[in-house]
């Protein structure tokens, strides 16, 4: 056999699993987009552009997405890099793997449970309360877009902190040391040193978060009491209550359209970051 040959039988599993898993269902969701409901719900075949001209129709599940999504990324990762850079750079080997895996333990409960406590946390006899024993009262935070973003940083926080913190854990930290030996302050190393070669890691957490926050739906179900949609949550009521499969999957594919979009213009500008890198050390 030939080396294409092996090459081809190789990557055959995997491309029959993305076929079936992954293409063919988006074809599915884009035949129907240009379908219409039918009278007892379901899809009917036909050929219309009236699913997309009806779009500004679910305009708020958007806004809401395209704003909490990126906000929550970026939140995520404020809280994560610290975290990450202590474990990976200040924390005592002793310690460490006791700290990740108190990082792990959330995911051993269902996010239904977890999302469940912050009602409490978040609720009238929760930080309200407490805030009111002090002073501050009228305090409203459940079932706002404050109570949504605390609930999805806090869901996937650990996506963020993993990949930053491998890309931490293999810094040679001779090159912290030969920093702080010329003369460069903490943070001037940590700017011109740790950042920049942290990169790969901030563009793995950041890409799993947004992704996964671009399709989230339970947090902003069970945190937004219904006041706060994301398209996640437009999608599983055109599927499941509406039974309007024609809508749905327009919102569907351009839910997709503009996930495709948003990562290739941020893949590209990592690239970017990344040759500029690539130079600076060469220099």
Same mark, same amino acid.
């Given at each position: 056999?030939?080396?294409?040959?092996?090459?081809? +039988?190789? $990557? !055959? =599993?995997? %491309?029959?699993?993305?076929?079936?898993?992954? &293409?063919? /269902? @988006?074809?599915?969701?884009?035949?129907?987009?240009?379908?219409?409901?039918?009278?007892?719900?379901?899809?009917?075949?036909?050929?219309?552009?009236?699913?997309?001209?009806?779009?500004?129709?679910?305009?708020?599940?958007?806004?809401?997405? +395209?704003? $909490? !999504? =990126?906000? %929550?990324?970026?939140?995520?990762?404020?809280? &994560?890099? /610290? @975290?990450?850079?202590?474990?990976?750079?200040?924390?005592?080997?002793?310690?460490?793997?006791?700290?990740?895996?108190?990082?792990?333990?959330?995911?051993?409960?269902?996010?239904?449970?977890?999302?469940?406590?912050?009602?409490?946390?978040?609720?009238?006899?929760?930080?309200?309360?407490?805030?009111?024993?002090?002073?501050?009262?009228?305090?409203?935070?459940?079932?706002?877009?404050?109570?949504?973003?605390?609930?999805?940083?806090?869901?996937?926080?650990?996506?963020?902190?993993?990949?930053?913190?491998?890309?931490?854990?293999?810094?040679?930290?001779?090159?912290?040391?030969?920093?702080?030996?010329?003369?460069?302050?903490?943070?001037?190393?940590?700017?011109?040193?740790?950042?920049?070669?942290?990169?790969?890691?901030?563009?793995?957490?950041?890409?799993?978060?947004?992704?996964?926050?671009?399709?989230?739906?339970?947090?902003?179900?069970?945190?937004?009491?219904?006041?706060?949609?994301?398209?996640?949550?437009?999608?599983?009521?055109?599927?499941?209550?509406?039974?309007?499969?024609?809508?749905?999957?327009?919102?569907?594919?351009?839910?997709?359209?503009?996930?495709?979009?948003?990562?290739?213009?941020?893949?590209?500008?990592?690239?970017?970051?990344?040759?500029?890198?690539?130079?600076?050390?060469?220099?």
């Amino acid at each position: 056999m030939t080396e294409r040959g092996r090459k081809a +039988l190789l $990557l !055959a =599993p995997a %491309g029959i699993w993305l076929l079936v898993m992954l &293409a063919l /269902p @988006l074809l599915v969701v884009f035949v129907f987009s240009f379908g219409e409901r039918g009278a007892a719900g379901g899809y009917v075949p036909a050929f219309t552009l009236e699913q997309y001209a009806n779009l500004p129709a679910r305009w708020t599940a958007f806004k809401n997405t +395209l704003i $909490l !999504a =990126p906000l %929550g990324t970026i939140a995520a990762l404020v809280i &994560a890099y /610290p @975290l990450a850079y202590f474990l990976a750079v200040r924390c005592s080997p002793k310690w460490r793997t006791s700290l990740l895996i108190l990082v792990i333990v959330p995911f051993w409960t269902s996010i239904l449970i977890r999302s469940y406590a912050w009602i409490f946390i978040l609720g009238g006899r929760g930080l309200p309360a407490l805030l009111e024993s002090i002073g501050i009262d009228d305090v409203r935070l459940i079932n706002t877009p404050f109570a949504v973003l605390v609930g999805i940083v806090y869901g996937y926080l650990p996506l963020m902190v993993f990949p930053i913190f491998v890309s931490l854990d293999k810094l040679d930290k001779r090159l912290l040391e030969a920093s702080a030996d010329l003369g460069s302050t903490p943070w001037r190393t940590f700017r011109q040193v740790t950042l920049p070669l942290s990169v790969p890691g901030i563009a793995t957490g950041c890409m799993l978060v947004f992704i996964l926050l671009m399709g989230e739906f339970l947090i902003p179900a069970i945190l937004g009491g219904g006041k706060v949609f994301f398209v996640g949550n437009a999608l599983v009521d055109l599927f499941l209550q509406s039974r309007n499969w024609a809508y749905g999957s327009a919102v569907a594919m351009t839910l997709v359209v503009v996930m495709l979009v948003t990562v290739s213009i941020y893949m590209k500008f990592i690239s970017r970051l990344g040759g500029q890198r690539e130079d600076v050390s060469l220099m």
